[in-house]
């Protein structure tokens, strides 16, 4: 366990403690890394790999949110703040709206290396911070934190925070080169960084804001469906809008469920895939058609 400190402060900011890290704490992080540093390859997107070379985050052990922040807010002006764990949603927003970055300090065991069930500093820093160095990324999410803030006072945190959950942690983004990974829950996590590209049973649908809105998610297992942005331009510039009266307009529709396909998706296959399809198209039909089943 790591110390908390005693008094808790109305932020919940807490001191992270890094010289208090044991080797073998630091240990646990050189393997998380060292594994998601191959699977990302290919798989994430450019700005990501930017970010997280930018900030020098390595495989050498749980970085100091010190140094971390002096290279954050000499860049985009945002900064980390360590927390104990989850934090009630509106200090979460609050953070967000004044460019700090809630992180947890704590790092899961060896025997959580797969999965667990509520973030540590693994997922936090490595899945969350290094996007935190785009400018356009950067802004989104303290817009973000506003946006909650305002949700909460309407009584509409459950459809913002669908949106949170399918682009900040599981979202996708078209690129040239294919399908890459920028949502945080899949950057730090071994299974679904493949899976979520890879794998045929996922949907992976053109980004639309209220089709996001409208959908469930499911916190305990890989997710039915991916929303795929095209740049993260598309992604601010669709969010700027009030969402006061999208809120009202929604109120009155049906939720979506995780796995359901609805009239308007657009699909996308993954890069992999779509390259699978076109090889397959020159096969001719019968093949075709077996094949294009594989891949749906
Ligand atoms: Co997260």
Not at 74 to 102: C, E, K, S, Y
Not at 121 to 142: E, R, S
Request: charged share 25%.
């Amino acid at each position: 366990m790591r110390a908390t400190g005693s008094e808790a402060a109305p932020d919940f900011a807490i001191e992270q403690g890094w010289e208090d890290y044991s080797e073998a704490e630091h240990a646990i992080w050189r393997l998380l890394f060292e594994r998601q540093a191959k699977l990302l390859a290919g798989r994430a997107c450019r700005e990501y790999l930017d970010g997280l070379g930018g900030l020098g985050v390595a495989a050498d052990g749980i970085p100091d949110f010190r140094r971390l922040s002096d290279i954050l807010e000499r860049t985009t002006g945002w900064r980390i703040v360590a927390v104990p764990g989850l934090v009630p949603d509106a200090v979460f927003f609050g953070h967000l709206a004044q460019r700090r970055f809630p992180s947890t300090c704590f790092i899961r065991g060896r025997d959580q290396l797969d999965y667990l069930a509520e973030p540590d500093v693994f997922h936090d820093i490595f899945g969350h911070v290094p996007l935190l160095m785009n400018p356009v990324f950067a802004d989104y999410m303290q817009a973000y934190g506003q946006g909650g803030l305002k949700a909460q006072g309407l009584g509409h945190l459950e459809r913002l925070a669908r949106l949170y959950w399918y682009t900040v942690e599981f979202g996708l983004i078209a690129t040239p080169e294919g399908l890459r990974i920028y949502g945080s829950g899949i950057l730090s996590s071994a299974g679904e960084s493949v899976y979520c590209l890879e794998d045929p049973h996922p949907h992976r649908v053109g980004f639309d804001l209220r089709r996001v809105m409208r959908t469930r998610y499911r916190i305990d297992r890989f997710q039915d469906t991916y929303f795929v942005i095209d740049d993260f331009d598309q992604l601010f510039a669709a969010t700027r809008p009030d969402f006061a009266p999208i809120y009202r307009e929604l109120a009155a529709l049906p939720d979506i469920e995780p796995d359901q396909l609805a009239a308007d998706d657009r699909e996308l296959g993954s890069g992999r895939c779509r390259r699978k399809k076109w090889a397959v198209a020159e096969l001719g039909p019968s093949l075709g058609r077996k094949r294009l089943e594989d891949v749906r």
